[in-house]
Each structure stands twice: as structure tokens, then as C-alpha cells.
């Protein structure tokens, strides 16, 4: 399948791309940086630089890579464990999930991609009735964090009522190469290779919202995931 891979250039996109090439699928992934398109081509992958905010330019890159599939794995964070960085960078995440995911989905409309893979987050939900599935919902009224948690309810509902083919998968808290932690801190804990891998599996199963995490901890149960998706994080 040709998939259209946003946030090639990502923590997740880095482990994901090797994954769809060896599965023999086509790859054009995105990036913002006229830099990183070296590293995506010596990586198998077409690069398309891209800001995700404009909508013609992202409707054109998809009609131009024939996309079947979207896979959304675009953020903004720093790279870096910065208390303060990650606070401000909550405003620009959000806009991401709201504003360029509506540029995604208009553009997978157009060029007629059947399937849409995004990726949400597993830490949403309320405080009790653990270990929560996937019917509870984000909780909206954390002042704490509401910022994300809207943004990500915001996406999931746009891809939900996109029409095409959705695939939400509501990640646990990175870590591994190349995010903020080596190891696990909280939990539900979620290594990126782990989270790359179902993004694969989703690629031709299942549908709806899926919680991805480790394992069942007491947090989020991983059960539908197991069953529709065949995800096993060990």
C-alpha cells in the first residue's frame, strides 16, 4: 500500500517507516525540515516537506503520493525534558490535533485514502474506575490539563466522523530511543517501539479507539487491542 506517513520524521515516525518498508509498503513520509529530507531518503522513505497548517499544500502532497493509507503521528514537544518547554508546547500540540488534523482528513477526503491511523493519548481519562477501556471518555474537566486532553478528544471526534476508515490509537507515555525517558515513569508506560508496532498492525486491522499501552497495569486495560489489533507489547 502507499502510505502517507505524517510525522516521518518523528520519534514514533523513525520506528514506524523501517516497519511499513520491510511489510513492503511505499512510504512518503513528512517533514517541516528541507533538512531531514536526506535522512528520510536514505531511510527508504519519499520525504515531503510540509507545514501540516496549510491546507492546499497538504491536499497537493497527499493527491501527489496517491496515499491509501494516512497515518498521523505528527506532534510538537521538545526533544528535550524541559518542564517549562513542555508547558508552553501544549498550545502548538493542541493546534496540531485540531487544526492540522482537519487539514489531514480534508486532504485523505480529496485524494480518496480509505483508511486514517492517528495517533491520541491513554492518560486522558478520569481519576477512578480503573483499569479504564476504551468506552470511558477523556476526561474534559481537568484544568490541569485541558489544553491537551481537548485537543485530543477534538481529533479523535474529527476522525471519527471523517467517514474514512479511523483507527485511533490512544498511546501510553513514551519512552525508549529518542524520547524523554530510557525507562518507564509512569504509567501507563509505553515504549516507542511498542507503539510503532501497532501503529503497523493497524494498518490493515481492526477500527475504532484502541488503548496501546505495555501491558495491563491497572491504568488502562489493553484487552481490545490484543484481541482486534493482535498487539502484544512484549
Known sequence: MRVFLAGAAGVI???LAPLLLRAGHEVIGTTRSAEKTKELEQAGVAPAVLDVFDAPAVTA????AKAQVVIHQLTDLPREFDEALIVASYAKNARIRTEGTRNLIAAAQACGARRFIVQSIAFGYARGGEPHPETDPLDLSDPARAVTIKGAADMEQQVLASGLDAVI????FFYGPGTWHEEPTRKPGLHVDAA???ALLALTRGGGIYNIADEDDGVVTIAKARAELGFDPQ
Open 13 to 15: 515516525g523513525r520506528r
Open 196 to 198: 510503532a508496532q501497532a
Open 61 to 64: 502532497a497527499m493527491r501527489a
Open 169 to 172: 490509537l490512544r498511546y501510553g
